[in-house]
């Protein structure tokens, strides 16, 4: 190339005029229009005049000469109607060159600087061609029409970005930042970043906020929120970033209200068995509001009738209504700490299908003749009506065991049948759990229980005693439900019932994966050779498939099929596992949120596991493991040490400790 040559070429979405002073094997040495030397391939210029410049004037005067030239080019390009030439060129879709088009947008004689207008004007309007400097290819009506809209979009983008970034910069410096307004699609935008980051649909958009504004990452968007009133300073956010559903439909609630308006006689039901004039109970936690189970016990002249009664909620919830597939959505009840998300609306689980004392309820009753010795003489299954005559906290039900029938012979019979299921190889955990709720005052409270008092140890062996007859009477009556096995365990290291907390541990880590499946199958860690569960269809779904597994068996309708429960499962399989994220996570949150406040205080833990650089540890007062760093101490599994809160972030989810 010609030393003195007039160039153009394109740095940072600009076209810049230029002129060469020196080419070596073909990199090129040229002064700008804004009296810049840089260097260049010839491979990266957009245009090469025919004319030069006297490279020897003074750079002064090279520089003024360019940017006149510049300015004419630039005078000479807005001159040029591109919507014009398209209207006339489009339909012909042919590609046109440079020197064609040139001879379009001007009339004779032409100069370089008329096809470096060209050039200039095209450039800065894509619209309607595409170009690569040389060749120009009209747009169809439809590209055309596609591109007006992506350049609408991104004119909206850009306005966002600057709003975005303007928003947060006000609520920073705004103490009461709440009173800032903004376009709710913009907190949309933010929110979904900060709760998917590079999985959200508008995550650029996101990003180009936060960088025009005072944050420097993601994670300062949650204060922001704070302080504007968007969230609050416990903002439950996996919840949100699992997107689990808190609030029911409007048909939803319409369906609800047509429940509670429209009262059913269940007397009327030829295949129940009415059994109100046996005295139920119900034994649950203090503050439980949903019951949907019960116990009874009657003597005989032979022995004991024993009967666990579950609410029939298929009663008033058919499949697919608008509750049943909103409880499939949800597929569990969720309980939190702070929360509790149930899977079908309150006034059903809290009323209408709840086992309320002294109200008549539809149930499926599991009735066993037992004798004198509380052997087991023979059961049925059956559609019942039934009414609670008592209802029974955990701590009543304990002061009531060996003073008082039916607890007292309720607790031996429990006794009897966990040592039959041990016997027959059941794995016994017995590990204490960690109640946390938070009080009206905002206080955080928390109770260590023991699962294995006797009368929590007698519901439990009860309904496992009931969930396996049923799965018996499934499996007998060949009708496929939602089977849950386990495998044998890897290794066996205790029999019968083991207090340690070191050994409890080190037995869990050895079970087996518990499945589900259609099929009965041995459960080892319950030691039963099949186990369905049914007794809570208020709470899980699992179960009240189950139930109307059972009620099919009856003649109430025709029972899933195997493959219906098989494909329902599968949706459920992802819901049930997000659910226990978030009730673990949000229990998590609340008590390394209650440590935060207990900085130097100590703690007794065991030591769950050896790493290189760090120990897990449980804290026995809560249950909870964290991460202790090894710090040059030596400890082995089972330890028994003393640690110390040195920090604590509940939002982070940061516990650090020390020995």
Not at 91 to 114: A, G, N, R, V, Y
Not at 498 to 511: D, G
Not at 638 to 648: E, L, N, P
Request: some cysteine; proline content about 4%; hydrophobic content about 35%.
């Amino acid at each position: 190339m010609i030393k003195g040559s007039i160039v153009e070429y394109i740095d940072q979405q600009k076209i810049i005029c230029a002129v060469i002073l020196q080419e070596i094997k073909g990199k090129l040495r040229l002064l700008n229009e804004n009296n810049r030397e840089v260097n260049f391939s010839k491979n990266r210029l957009s245009h090469i005049s025919s004319v030069c410049l006297d490279s020897e004037l003074a750079r002064d005067t090279i520089v003024t000469q360019l940017k006149q030239l510049a300015q004419n080019r630039k005078e000479l390009s807005e001159t040029i109607d591109i919507k014009e030439l398209w209207e006339i060129l489009h339909e012909e879709s042919e590609d046109i060159d440079i020197e064609t088009m040139t001879l379009f947008c001007f009339d004779p004689p032409l100069t370089s600087d008329h096809e470096a207008a060209v050039i200039r004007a095209f450039f800065y309007d894509r619209l309607y061609f595409k170009f690569n400097q040389i060749i120009f290819t009209p747009y169809t009506p439809e590209q055309v029409n596609a591109k007006k809209r992506q350049i609408k979009a991104a004119e909206k983008r850009e306005v966002m970005i600057q709003k975005g970034a303007a928003w947060i910069n006000n609520i920073l410096n705004n103490k009461n930042g709440s009173n800032t307004t903004i376009d709710q699609n913009i907190i949309t935008v933010l929110k979904s970043y900060y709760l998917f980051g590079n999985d959200s649909d508008s995550c650029q958009t996101a990003k180009n906020i936060i960088k025009k504004s005072p944050l420097n990452s993601p994670e300062q968007l949650f204060n922001v929120f704070v302080k504007a009133g968007v969230w609050n300073q416990n903002e439950n956010t996996h919840l949100l970033a699992m997107q689990i559903p808190t609030k029911f439909s409007q048909e939803v609630g319409e369906q609800e209200r047509k429940l509670i308006t429209t009262p059913t006689n269940f007397f009327d039901d030829p295949l129940r068995k009415d059994l109100t004039y046996i005295p139920l109970i119900t034994i649950d936690g203090q503050s439980t509001l949903d019951f949907d189970d019960a116990i009874s016990l009657e003597n005989t002249e032979t022995g004991y009738t024993l009967g666990v009664h579950i609410i029939d909620v298929d009663a008033y919830i058919k499949s697919n209504d608008p509750i049943d597939l909103a409880a499939r959505d949800r597929a569990t009840s969720i309980y939190m700490p702070d929360d509790k998300l149930p899977m079908i609306p309150p006034n059903l689980s809290e009323d209408l299908c709840s086992l309320k004392e002294n109200e008549i309820r539809p149930g499926i009753s599991t009735i066993v003749k037992l004798n004198r010795f509380f052997e087991i003489q023979g059961y049925e299954i059956v559609p019942s009506i039934i009414k609670v005559h008592q209802q029974m906290s955990y701590t009543g039900a304990n002061l009531l065991n060996g003073k008082d029938d039916p607890i007292t012979t309720l607790y031996k019979i429990a006794t009897l049948l966990r040592e039959k299921r041990l016997k027959a190889g059941a794995i016994q955990i017995t590990l204490p759990e960690v109640n946390v709720w938070i009080e009206e005052n905002q206080e955080i409270g928390y109770l260590k229980i023991d699962r294995e008092n006797p009368a929590r140890m007698l519901v439990s062996e009860m309904m496992i005693f009931a969930n396996t007859l049923m799965a018996e009477f499934l499996a007998n009556n060949n009708v496929p439900a939602v089977f849950r096995s386990q495998p044998q365990p890897k290794q066996r290291l205790f029999k019968g019932i083991e207090t340690s907390l070191t050994l409890n541990f080190m037995q869990r880590k050895q079970l087996s994966r518990a499945m589900v499946g259609t099929n009965p199958e041995i459960h080892s860690g319950l030691g039963v050779k099949a186990y369905a569960t049914a007794t809570s269809p208020i709470r899980r779904y699992h179960d009240l498939l189950t139930q109307r597994q059972i009620k099919s068996i009856f003649g109430y309708y025709k029972a899933y099929t195997k493959t219906e429960l098989e494909n329902i499962l599968q949706t459920l399989t992802p819901v049930i596992t997000n659910a226990g994220r978030v009730q673990s996570s949000r229990k998590r949150y609340w008590i390394i949120k209650y440590l935060e406040s207990m900085r130097g205080t100590a703690y007794e833990a065991l030591v769950l596991d050896c790493y290189r650089d760090h120990y897990n540890v449980l804290i026995k007062e809560f249950m909870f493991e964290a991460k202790l760093p090894s710090s040059g101490i030596k400890l082995k599994y089972g330890d028994i040490i003393q640690v110390t809160i040195q920090h604590a972030d509940a939002r982070r989810d940061q516990l650090s400790l020390f020995a």
